[in-house]
């Protein structure tokens, strides 16, 4: 069964950084584009970044740019998201999903076939 685990969440200052890992359990990576999302309490899940699948291209919301850089590593099957500068509106549970495709990716949630449970992430004083 195809099953994506994401780590690395939990409380943080404003201005601090966390790295968020993704983990597939029944699947391998290699031809799946990985996004990353996000839902905070009230509003839509927004497409945060995402990443295609040899990693060569990626894509991030504007208000994340700068901030925020996704990666990839293959050979070890994990797909990371780091946040430096964090603020207060980046507050949210954040999701990892899986789409097969090696075409560049999308931050479109309806792309995306494969989902984890998500982690919450927390910038708070």
């Known amino acids: 069964q195809f099953e994506l685990v994401e780590s690395g969440g939990g409380l943080v200052q404003p201005g601090g950084s966390l790295r968020l890992s993704c983990k597939p359990s029944?699947?391998?990576?290699?031809?799946?584009?990985i996004g990353w999302f996000r839902q905070a309490p009230g509003k839509k899940r927004e497409g945060v970044a995402c990443?295609?699948?040899?990693?060569?291209?990626?894509d991030y919301t504007a208000s994340v740019k700068g901030r925020f850089t996704i990666s990839r590593d293959n050979a070890d099957n994990t797909v990371y998201l780091q946040m430096n500068n964090l603020e207060s509106e980046d507050t949210a549970v954040y999701y990892c999903?899986?789409?097969?495709?090696?075409?560049?990716?999308?931050?479109?949630?309806?792309?995306?076939?494969?989902w984890g449970q998500g982690t919450q992430v927390t910038v708070s004083s």
């Open positions: 999903a899986a789409e097969k495709t090696t075409s560049r990716c999308v931050r479109s949630e309806y792309e995306y076939d494969h």
């Open positions: 029944g699947f391998t990576f290699d031809n799946y584009a």
């Open positions: 990443i295609s699948s040899s990693g060569y291209s990626s």
